[in-house]
């Protein structure tokens, strides 16, 4: 993924986590919670798509093959 395809607002969000990290300060509540609203929807997005199903059903195909 290049740089161009990251959203700002997400570029600002890990420049500020590596920097709290980096200082060995806590990350800023509202940050940490932007993150955890966007991992979350992505969550979704990988549910509602089916995704993991997916997944889970090649795995079982694999372990019956064998």
């Known amino acids: 993924m290049s740089a161009e395809t990251v959203?700002?607002?997400v570029t600002s969000?890990?420049?500020?986590?590596c920097a709290a990290l980096a200082g060995r300060r806590?990350?800023?509540p509202i940050v940490a919670k932007r993150v955890r609203?966007?991992?979350e929807k992505v969550k979704e997005d990988i549910r509602r798509k089916g995704?993991?199903?997916?997944?889970?059903?090649?795995v079982r195909e694999i372990r019956d093959e064998e």
């Open 13 to 17: 969000d890990l420049e500020a986590i």
């Open 51 to 58: 995704i993991t199903d997916n997944a889970v059903s090649l």
């Open 26 to 28: 806590p990350v800023d």
């Open 37 to 39: 609203q966007r991992a």
């Open 7 to 9: 959203p700002t607002d």
